[in-house]
Nanobody, 122 residues
Framework: QVQLVESGGGLVQAGGSLRLSCEAT????????MGWFRQAPGKEREFVAA????????DYGGSVKGRFTISRDDAKNMLYLQMNSLKPEDTARYYC???????????????WGQGTQVTVSS
């Protein structure tokens, strides 16, 4: 089992940037893929990005491709999400999660953190 704690959210103007962090404890961090998801009020949870266990393969949701970058630092048990060119529609609570598998697909994500709120003003 892995425990996850997200941080780095906040209020930012459209066009701005934020970097989210996720600290993992418990299960061996370097052996599974990690991902970011988001959920806005009244909407279903949406896949944002994933990174393979070795940091070589990536997968991005269509709405963030080219603007967001996922990365990991296994030495620190940390996952990151660099978010650039933010838009009001990126407003949501962002969650990190661990995949059951080493690679970005198939997606069987679990062990959710408590999330961090990102609000983008227009």
């Amino acid at each position: 089992q892995v425990q996850l704690v997200e941080s780095g959210g906040g209020l930012v103007q459209a066009g701005g940037s934020l970097r989210l962090s996720c600290e993992a404890t418990g299960r061996d961090f370097g052996t599974y893929a990690m991902g970011w998801f988001r959920q806005a009020p009244g909407k279903e949870r949406e896949f944002v990005a994933a990174i393979s266990w070795n940091g070589v393969y990536f997968d991005y949701g269509g709405s963030v491709k080219g603007r967001f970058t996922i990365s990991r630092d296994d030495a620190k048990n940390m996952l990151y999400l660099q978010m650039n060119s933010l838009k009001p529609e990126d407003t949501a609570r962002y969650y990190c999660s661990a995949n059951r598998y080493r690679n970005v697909k198939p997606r069987e994500f679990g062990s959710w953190g408590q999330g961090t709120q990102v609000t983008v003003s227009s």
